[in-house]
């Protein structure tokens, strides 16, 4: 969904960035955008608006009333807002021309295969070292996501970095050293670790995601950076994309491995009352997707505006939450790190998801 609202923000406003170029050619199967009447007058601000507005309220087809009313309020409070520098017929033409840029792409963005992932059931092998889905919850989540078409990879696996080490439940193994480690930690954890693992917790259906996070960072940085809307247009793209891409990487290899949880694992060889900090999710273990997404951002980000301090803001579980670091990649650091002190995460999903995330 970012890396879509990203291409239709970008493409529509393409027309004014002269030094600009078109993303067909740059994102895999990206459609040719038909351009604007060259005479005439558009502000760009609106055309945004409109392509936004179609693609987002396109690509939610089930959304409830509540949540279209809300798409709708904010087309229209965006077309009052300029008002107050653009004529009405300069704003019309322009919402027209994004509503056509916004269709266009709408037909791309449901042409990925998502559609067909909708139609297919999961079941998990069977194994000791297989992941298992919570008795609580017994759907997995997303397991064909890495067969949706990627925005810039050539496919779901060019960047992947395969589990270097096998599973074992030999005390002396590499594989159980990486639980004890988890588990040790889980057992000390010092106020600020807890903290880290709160505030990047971005937990799937309560948050926007780990996406979501580095979203809340982008948007930090336009005011920050006091951008132009051109330069708000290149971050989103190369970010957003970026961002796109690594779900559907991290998925296509987590359900290749299928990995089991610490949580599964320490409960059955070390300690079977222990419980993780913070909750497993209901997907495999290997790579760590926030290290993957967070790799990635912070790779893009770092190339676009170097070295660079700054604070973020979230709200996991409604509580406002504020940290601040140096550069992007501690950040990225941080976020991956977050997953061994929430007890899910073992540190080679988590060092080599980074990887497999800055090359994405």
């Known amino acids: 969904l970012y890396g879509y609202a990203a291409a239709a923000l970008y493409e529509s406003i393409l027309p004014g960035m002269p030094d600009n170029f078109t993303l067909v050619g740059q994102l895999n199967s990206f459609p040719t955008v038909p351009f604007p009447l060259e005479d005439a007058v558009h502000d760009w601000v609106s055309v945004a608006n409109g392509a936004l507005s179609t693609l987002m309220t396109g690509l939610f087809q089930d959304q409830s009333e509540e949540s279209r009313q809300a798409f709708a309020d904010l087309r229209t409070d965006w077309a009052l807002r300029r008002r107050g520098d653009v004529t009405p017929d300069v704003i019309e033409r322009s919402l027209a021309y994004g509503d056509q840029v916004g269709t266009f792409l709408l037909g791309w963005a449901n042409n990925d295969g998502y559609v067909q992932t909708r139609q297919r059931t999961f079941e998990p092998p069977i194994g000791p070292q297989y992941w298992i889905p919570p008795a609580a919850e017994q759907q997995s989540i997303e397991p064909y996501w890495g067969e949706i078409r990627p925005f810039i990879l050539s496919y779901a696996d060019e960047c992947a970095v395969q589990m270097d080490y096998v599973y074992s439940e030999d005390p002396e193994s590499a594989f159980y050293a990486q639980a004890m480690e988890v588990f040790e930690v889980s057992r000390g954890l010092t106020a600020e670790q807890r ?12 948050t926007g995601t780990p996406s979501g996070h580095w979203l809340l960072i982008e948007a ?3 005011d920050q950076f006091e951008m132009s809307l051109n330069r708000a247009a290149e971050m989103y793209i190369k970010t957003n994309v970026a961002l796109a891409d690594s779900f559907i990487s991290a998925w296509s290899l987590k359900y290749q491995v299928l ?3 610490p949580e599964t694992y320490i409960n059955a ?23 993957v997404t967070s790799g990635a951002a912070a790779q893009v980000l770092q190339s676009m505006f170097g070295q660079v301090a700054f604070t973020s803001i979230t709200y996991p579980g409604g509580q406002r939450m504020q940290r601040s670091f140096v550069s992007f990649r501690q950040a990225a650091a941080e976020a991956a790190i977050s997953r061994l002190y929430g007890g899910i995460h073992y540190r080679a999903a988590i060092e080599n998801g980074l990887e ?4 994405i």
């Open 356 to 359: 497999q995330g800055e090359c």
């Open 220 to 222: 930090a940085l336009i």
């Open 259 to 261: 990995l089991l949880r």
């Open 269 to 291: 060889h070390i300690e079977p009352r222990w419980s993780p900090y913070i909750a497993s999710p209901n997907f495999p273990e290997y790579p760590s997707g926030h290290s």
């Open 195 to 206: 903290e880290i693992a709160e505030f990047w917790v971005d937990t799937p259906g309560q």
